[in-house]
Protein backbone atom coordinates (compact mmCIF):
# COMPACT_ATOMS: atom_id res chain seq x y z
CA UNK A 1 0.00 0.00 0.00
CA UNK A 2 1.34 3.25 -0.86
CA UNK A 3 2.14 6.03 1.75
CA UNK A 4 3.49 9.11 2.61
CA UNK A 5 2.88 10.53 5.74
CA UNK A 6 4.52 14.27 6.54
CA UNK A 7 4.75 15.19 10.20
CA UNK A 8 6.52 18.39 12.11
CA UNK A 9 4.62 21.27 10.89
CA UNK A 10 3.56 24.04 13.30
CA UNK A 11 3.27 27.77 13.56
CA UNK A 12 6.60 29.76 14.38
CA UNK A 13 7.47 32.87 14.57
CA UNK A 14 9.64 34.38 11.38
CA UNK A 15 13.06 33.99 11.86
CA UNK A 16 12.27 30.56 13.32
CA UNK A 17 13.04 27.00 12.70
CA UNK A 18 10.75 23.52 12.09
CA UNK A 19 11.82 20.07 11.37
CA UNK A 20 9.79 18.31 9.15
CA UNK A 21 9.79 14.67 8.37
CA UNK A 22 8.32 11.99 5.88
CA UNK A 23 7.61 8.68 6.45
CA UNK A 24 7.28 6.19 3.14
CA UNK A 25 6.80 3.10 3.03
CA UNK A 26 9.22 0.94 1.41
CA UNK A 27 8.11 0.55 -1.68
CA UNK A 28 7.38 4.39 -2.40
CA UNK A 29 10.78 4.96 -1.00
CA UNK A 30 13.58 2.90 -2.00
CA UNK A 31 16.03 3.89 -4.87
CA UNK A 32 13.36 6.71 -5.86
CA UNK A 33 13.96 10.46 -5.49
CA UNK A 34 12.47 11.76 -3.46
CA UNK A 35 10.92 16.07 -3.04
CA UNK A 36 9.33 17.82 -0.74
CA UNK A 37 6.61 20.33 -2.54
CA UNK A 38 4.38 23.27 -0.74
CA UNK A 39 1.23 24.73 -1.36
CA UNK A 40 0.11 28.05 -0.25
CA UNK A 41 -3.07 29.74 -0.20
CA UNK A 42 -4.31 30.49 -3.30
CA UNK A 43 -0.99 29.28 -5.13
CA UNK A 44 -0.21 26.59 -6.99
CA UNK A 45 1.74 23.76 -5.53
CA UNK A 46 5.85 24.15 -6.21
CA UNK A 47 8.89 22.59 -5.91
CA UNK A 48 10.73 23.03 -2.49
CA UNK A 49 13.78 20.63 -2.64
CA UNK A 50 14.90 16.86 -3.85
CA UNK A 51 17.30 14.54 -2.67
CA UNK A 52 18.03 11.26 -4.93
CA UNK A 53 18.86 7.93 -3.45
CA UNK A 54 22.17 8.44 -3.21
CA UNK A 55 22.08 11.77 -1.81
CA UNK A 56 22.45 14.20 -4.43
CA UNK A 57 19.96 17.51 -3.43
CA UNK A 58 18.04 20.12 -5.57
CA UNK A 59 16.57 22.95 -4.23
CA UNK A 60 14.42 25.84 -4.94
CA UNK A 61 16.09 29.41 -5.32
CA UNK A 62 13.71 30.95 -2.83
CA UNK A 63 14.76 28.54 0.05
CA UNK A 64 17.99 28.20 -0.72
CA UNK A 65 20.57 28.54 1.94
CA UNK A 66 17.16 28.26 4.88
CA UNK A 67 16.59 24.77 4.01
CA UNK A 68 18.15 21.71 4.11
CA UNK A 69 16.86 18.14 2.60
CA UNK A 70 17.93 15.10 4.06
CA UNK A 71 17.35 11.31 3.91
CA UNK A 72 17.52 8.22 6.23
CA UNK A 73 17.31 4.83 3.64
CA UNK A 74 17.31 2.58 6.68
CA UNK A 75 14.20 4.27 7.82
CA UNK A 76 13.05 5.30 4.81
CA UNK A 77 12.30 8.59 6.16
CA UNK A 78 12.88 12.06 4.56
CA UNK A 79 13.81 15.55 6.13
CA UNK A 80 13.25 19.39 5.36
CA UNK A 81 15.06 21.36 8.04
CA UNK A 82 13.44 24.92 7.55
CA UNK A 83 15.68 27.72 9.07
CA UNK A 84 15.43 31.83 8.84
CA UNK A 85 11.72 30.97 8.42
CA UNK A 86 9.23 34.40 6.33
CA UNK A 87 5.90 34.85 6.47
CA UNK A 88 6.08 33.83 2.99
CA UNK A 89 7.20 30.35 3.98
CA UNK A 90 3.34 29.66 4.79
CA UNK A 91 2.17 26.74 2.85
CA UNK A 92 1.03 22.89 3.39
CA UNK A 93 4.05 20.89 2.92
CA UNK A 94 3.67 17.51 1.07
CA UNK A 95 6.34 15.01 0.39
CA UNK A 96 6.22 12.86 -2.86
CA UNK A 97 8.74 11.20 -5.91
CA UNK A 98 10.52 13.32 -7.09
CA UNK A 99 9.11 14.30 -9.84
CA UNK A 100 6.14 13.50 -8.22
CA UNK A 101 3.31 11.41 -8.84
CA UNK A 102 -0.40 11.78 -8.09
CA UNK A 103 -1.13 8.60 -6.34
CA UNK A 104 1.89 9.54 -3.99
CA UNK A 105 0.45 13.03 -2.45
CA UNK A 106 -0.83 12.74 1.20
CA UNK A 107 -2.44 15.03 3.56
CA UNK A 108 0.64 16.98 4.07
CA UNK A 109 1.41 19.09 6.94
CA UNK A 110 0.77 22.88 7.39
CA UNK A 111 3.20 25.09 8.26
CA UNK A 112 2.41 28.45 9.52
CA UNK A 113 5.10 31.31 9.82
CA UNK A 114 3.56 34.69 11.72
CA UNK A 115 5.30 37.97 11.15
Known amino acids: QVQLVESGGGLVQAGGSLRLSCAASGRTFSFHTMGWFRQAPGKEREFVAA???????AIADSVKGRFTISRDNAKNTIYLEMSSLKPDDTAVYYC?????????WGQGTQVTVSS
Open 96 to 104: NRNPPEVLY
Open 51 to 57: ISWMGDR
